[in-house]
């Protein structure tokens, strides 16, 4: 589902935004965070984009679309070539990641 058809139901929505782990430690932080907001049933979460560990982004957002069945934004930070860039939302559309938030400058 696309977030801007949650905006426009009519109706208040509730979010979470995560800060992108740079490890594995923050990983397992995020994971358990994830499972716990989860119970309180948020029509979508976000989730920033960190150049360095932009593929956690990604399968972070997967993992949460997949697993919690939430709806889930990437953000995607466009300082990458635009061939990575254009790799990247490649990666997104196989995977179903319909909602991103392209941020530049």
């Known amino acids: ?3 801007v058809d949650l905006l426009t ?3 208040p929505t509730v979010s979470f935004e ?3 782990p740079r490890d594995e430690t923050e990983v397992e932080v995020l994971e358990k965070t994830v ?3 989860a119970g309180h049933a948020p029509d ?3 989730v920033t984009y960190r150049l360095r560990t932009g593929e956690k982004t990604l399968e972070l957002v997967t993992r949460i679309k997949r697993h ?3 709806e ?3 953000h995607l930070t466009c300082a990458n070539s635009r061939d990575e860039t254009r790799r990247i939302l490649n990666w997104m559309e196989r ?3 319909a909602n991103v938030l392209a941020l530049r400058g």
Do not use: K, N, P
Request: charged residues 15%.
């Open 18 to 20: 995560f800060m992108a």
């Open 35 to 37: 499972a716990t907001l």
């Open 95 to 97: 995977e179903g990641v």
């Open 1 to 3: 589902m696309r977030i």
């Open 9 to 11: 139901r009519g109706r």
């Open 72 to 74: 889930a934004m990437a």
């Open 44 to 46: 979508w979460v976000s």
């Open 68 to 70: 919690y069945h939430i």
